[in-house]
Structures are given as structure tokens and as C-alpha cells.
């Protein structure tokens, strides 16, 4: 890491080497747990937090970043990775592991790609706790304490070592504020002595303010005057009382806890009836639909067969009138062909009854041409006749065809000399 990028960046930021931010620090995690989580107060607390720890890397202190910067004040074998975005980025377009806290915080504070204007700086541990304890936005740190939204538990073989190390951060808090920001030594009362209080999640315990000193009765024994047990005697009486503000603060988390599952218990409730109600609609106006789809499809079959025994009715009615059209024209013709024969042989006849003999061979000739025209004339309206007959005969056929491609084979077949 580039030492002027990093002091550059510090600058930026109003941070300055100091071996000594640790304590200033620990107070700062204090009051952003006090903090609501949308509050400039808390923006405020998280921005100097982390700009303390960025004073701790300027100056070298490894030691207070690896202890701080863990997912479990219990286990400071720990792994820090730098993850950069650029604009728009959903995934990172940098990943790094660090061993060392100082290059991971210098990393994260002064990132030598300008168009990595985003980053994060997650600590890990091997049991596979995640914590994402700072972040950056262009020239912006912050600082965010472990809860359920910023640490996890990549791992899922130990669900209760997430909680655990949840719980030893809500005691160290507690300890942070109880000793005015000093680190308490939890060789002497640590974290093991105080894992029998019930976990709450969702609740950090707020400063215990301590209550004044018990004024002394005229009957009380007498002040004991060495000097190590009465500090001895003042810690543990601090240490009763953050255990006693712990306590209350637990309490209260486990009624909230309460609240909130017996509201949630409710919303589930209000839920399913509304499923309930809504599956319940569903299903009426399915059928209320399924129903007008039936009568629509009946009408519609009902309006196609009228539809169609009406066209068949008028079609078999017209081919009717043009057979008896077509048969009147044929009598008509006949009559007239019988007409004319009958008059030519009245004329022979009577040319006959006259006498004239010699008449009598051509009369034979002209009755014979006149046979051989009346049968030529019959013959040409016969033909006639029989092409009108076939193409009377072709008309009904392709009627019929029709008729059948139209409707339907269930249907009942229709007399087209109704």
C-alpha cells in the first residue's frame, strides 16, 4: 500500500495517526449502539469510529485492530478481505485477503484504483463467522457493529456460533461502557462467567449509568484501608453493576422479543384469512366463469345450426323451382314440336285428299324429309333436355357435398323436400 495514498486519504477524512484511538473508538461503538440505525447521530458515531480505526493503521497498531476488528471477541485468528466495486458493479471487480489489519484497513481507506469507488472490508474467521465491519462510498467511511444484518455464519455446521459471538460483542459493549471505553481483563470475570444469561439477538445493551455510592450508617464497620483490596472491591462492584445493566437490558429484549413474535403470530394469521378469502373468490368467479362459458358455447351451436338448416332449407327450395322450371320449358317444347308435326301431315293429308297423284311421290319425299327434321329437332332438344337434367343433376350433387361439409355429422340429417 502506498503510504502518501493512505495519508492522503486520511486527510480526506480528518484522521490522524494515533496509537492511542482504541479507547476513543470503543466509545464511539458505544454510542452507535444507542443510536437509532437512521439517525445522523448514528451516521456520525459510524463515521468516526471508522476513522478512528483508520488512525489505528496509520499508526502501526496491529494489535487493537486484530482485537477490534474481529466477528468473535472470543477468536482473533482472524482473516481480513478487501472487496471493490466500480460503478454499477453488483459483484465485486477486486478481492483480497489480508493476514494483517493494517494493510486491510490501509487497503480499504486508500484503494489504488480510482474506479473502484466502493469497497468493503470483511473479517473471517475459520469457523466460517463473516462480519462486514466498515465500508466505503467514494471518500466516505463507516463503521457497522456485528447483528443479524451485517455478520453470518458461512459455514451452517455451528448455528449457535453466530449467536454466541452476537452475544460476546453485547458484553463487550456492555464492559466498553461500564469501564468508560477502557478494556476490562476478561481473564479475571470474562465472557464465559457471563454466557448463562439468555441470548436476545435483537437487543445491545445500553450505558448503565452507576448509581451513587450507599452513604455509610454510624453503625457500619469501618473502611477497610488497604489500597488493593479497595480496588479490588470498586471493580468488582463496576462489574456487578454492568452485569445488573446487562441483565435489565436482556430482559427488556426478551419482552420486545416477545411483542414482536406474538405481532408476527397475529400477521400470520391476518394473512392465511386473507388467502383464505381471496382463494375463496377465486373460486367463485371460476365457476361463475366456467358457466358463461358453457351458455356462450351452447348459443353459439345453436345460432351455427339455424345458420345452417336455413341455408339448406332455401338451397333445396331454389334447386325445386328451377327442376319444375326446367321440366315446364321441356313440356313446352314437346307441345310445340307435336303442334308442327300435326299441322304438316293435316297439310299432306289434305294435299293427298285433293287427287293429285302425281303429287304423290314428292308429298311421300317431302313427309319423309319433314320425319327426318321433326326426328333431327327431336333429337337436338332430347339432347338439350338431357344436358339440362345433367347439369340439374351436377347442382344437386355439389349441394349435397356442401351440405355435408358444413354440418356437423351428430347433427340430424335435414329433407330437402320439406
Known amino acids: 500500500m502506498n503510504t502518501q495514498e493512505l495519508q492522503e486519504s486520511a486527510r480526506r477524512i480528518g484522521a490522524e495517526a494515533d496509537p492511542r484511538a482504541a479507547r476513543p473508538f470503543r466509545l464511539a461503538a458505544v454510542r452507535l449502539s444507542e443510536e437509532a440505525a437512521d439517525s445522523d447521530a448514528h451516521r456520525t458515531a459510524a463515521t468516526e469510529a471508522a476513522s478512528l480505526l483508520v488512525g489505528l493503521a496509520l499508526a502501526g497498531a496491529a494489535d487493537d485492530l486484530q482485537h477490534l476488528l474481529t466477528p468473535d471477541p472470543a477468536d482473533d485468528h482472524v482473516i481480513w478481505t478487501v472487496a471493490c466495486y466500480q460503478i ?99 481473564d479475571v470475570v470474562g465472557f464465559a462467567q457471563l454466557s448463562a444469561i439468555d441470548d436476545v439477538p435483537e437487543v445491545l445493551p445500553s450505558i448503565v449509568t452507576p448509581p451513587p455510592a450507599p452513604v455509610r ?24 453493576i454492568g452485569l445488573e445493566g446487562s441483565i435489565s437490558a436482556l430482559a427488556a429484549g426478551i419482552e420486545s422479543f416477545a411483542q414482536a413474535s406474538q405481532r408476527r403470530d397475529d400477521a400470520v394469521t391476518q394473512i392465511e384469512q386473507a388467502i383464505d378469502a381471496r382463494f375463496r373468490a377465486l373460486a367463485s368467479f371460476v365457476h361463475s366463469a366456467l358457466a ?66 302425281p303429287l304423290t311421290n314428292e308429298v311421300v319425299h317431302r313427309v319423309a324429309e319433314m320425319e327426318r327434321d321433326v326426328e333431327n329437332r327431336l333429337a337436338e332438344r332430347v339432347a338439350e333436355l338431357n344436358e339440362n337434367v345433367a347439369a340439374v343433376s351436377e347442382t344437386v350433387a355439389s349441394l349435397r357435398q356442401d351440405l355435408g361439409s358444413e354440418v356437423d355429422p351428430a347433427a340430424p340429417a335435414v329433407d330437402v323436400r320439406d
Request: net charge negative.
Open 217 to 240: 450508617q454510624s453503625g457500619a464497620a469501618p473502611a477497610v484501608t488497604s489500597v488493593a483490596f479497595n480496588e479490588r472491591f470498586s471493580a468488582l462492584e463496576q462489574r456487578l
Open 88 to 186: 454499477g458493479d453488483l459483484t465485486p471487480s477486486a478481492i483480497r485477503d489480508f493476514p494483517d489489519p493494517v494493510e486491510a484497513v490501509a487497503t480499504l481507506a486508500a484503494c489504488p484504483e480510482e474506479a473502484h469507488v466502493a469497497a468493503e472490508l470483511v473479517a473471517s474467521t475459520a469457523q466460517g463467522l463473516r462480519w462486514t465491519a466498515m465500508l466505503r462510498t467514494n471518500d466516505l467511511l463507516s463503521f457497522q457493529l456485528p447483528g443479524t444484518e451485517t455478520a453470518s455464519d458461512a459455514s451452517r455446521e455451528h448455528p449457535g456460533d453466530l449467536a454466541a459471538a452476537l452475544r460476546r460483542w453485547r458484553e463487550r459493549l456492555a464492559d466498553w461502557s461500564a469501564h468508560n471505553g477502557h478494556e476490562r481483563d476478561t
Open 292 to 357: 358463461d362459458l358453457g351458455q356462450s358455447v351452447g348459443d353459439r351451436v345453436d345460432t351455427v345450426e339455424r345458420r345452417v338448416t336455413t341455408t339448406v332449407r332455401e338451397s333445396a327450395k331454389d334447386t325445386e323451382g328451377r327442376l319444375r322450371e326446367v321440366s315446364g320449358r321441356v313440356s313446352t317444347a314437346r307441345r310445340g314440336i307435336e303442334d308442327a308435326v300435326r299441322e304438316e301431315v293435316a297439310t299432306v293429308l289434305m294435299g293427298m285428299r285433293a287427287g293429285l297423284s
